[in-house]
Structure formats: structure tokens, C-alpha cells
């Protein structure tokens, strides 16, 4: 079981920035795609980036483009969102997960075998 722990969310004004980390104790972790989601109230939940194993291909969703990056360090077992120019529509829970192990590309899509906890962003206008 893969254990996946979000941490980084609070609350920020817009324009701010906040960095989300996906830390994951498991030796393995390193060999997984993860995309982050953020599901907010009365929404469905929403893919917003994906980073493959190598952190070579990523994708970053038309929503969030140009403001939202995501990079891993698979020294330290973590994949992180970094996010800048936040708006309060970026206001929801954030999530990472992991599956797909040794993918070379990532694209619009990812289902994760394994979730975080989920992490709250809210964005004050």
C-alpha cells in the first residue's frame, strides 16, 4: 500500500503563491506517475497536472497553465505544485496520487491507484 501525505495548503490572498509537496515513504515511490486533483465545493473532481517517473514529461491543464508547475524529487520521495498568481477559484482540496509505474509520457489523463489525504488551498479575494 502506498502511503501518500499532501502537505502545503493554507489559506493565501490572491496573487500569492503556495507550494503543495506529495511526500510518500515508500521505496518505490520513485517509479510512479502522480497527478495532482482538486475537487472543489459542489464540484467534480478535477485533474491538474502529471508528472511522469523521471519528472521528463508533465502536463499541466488549460485551467491552471502558465501559473502552475509541477517537479519531483526523487531523492527525497516527493512531488511537488507549485503554484503562483493564485486566484479564489483555485480554492478546493487538493490531492496527489500515484499509479502507472516506469510511464515515459503523460498526458490529459491519469487514475491513480493510490490517493493522499488532501490538502486545502483557499484563495481570499
Known amino acids: 500500500q502506498v502511503q501518500l501525505v499532501e502537505s502545503g495548503g493554507g489559506l493565501v490572498q490572491a496573487g500569492g503563491s503556495l507550494r503543495l509537496s506529495c511526500a510518500s515513504s515508500i521505496r518505490t515511490f520513485s517509479s510512479y506517475s502522480v497527478s495532482w486533483h482538486r475537487r472543489a465545493p459542489g464540484q467534480e473532481r478535477e485533474l491538474i497536472a502529471v508528472?511522469?517517473?523521471?519528472?521528463?514529461?508533465?502536463f499541466i491543464s488549460d485551467s491552471v497553465k502558465g501559473r502552475f508547475t509541477i517537479s519531483r524529487d526523487n531523492t527525497k520521495n516527493t512531488v511537488y505544485l507549485r503554484m503562483n498568481n493564485l486566484k479564489p477559484d483555485d480554492t478546493a482540496v487538493y490531492y496527489c496520487?500515484?499509479?502507472?509505474?516506469?510511464?515515459?509520457?503523460?498526458?490529459?489523463?491519469?487514475?491513480?491507484?493510490?490517493w493522499g489525504q488532501g490538502t486545502q488551498v483557499t484563495v481570499s479575494s
Open positions: 508528472i511522469n517517473w523521471t519528472g521528463g514529461s508533465t
Open positions: 496520487g500515484a499509479g502507472y509505474r516506469f510511464q515515459t509520457e503523460v498526458g490529459a489523463s491519469h487514475f491513480p491507484d493510490y
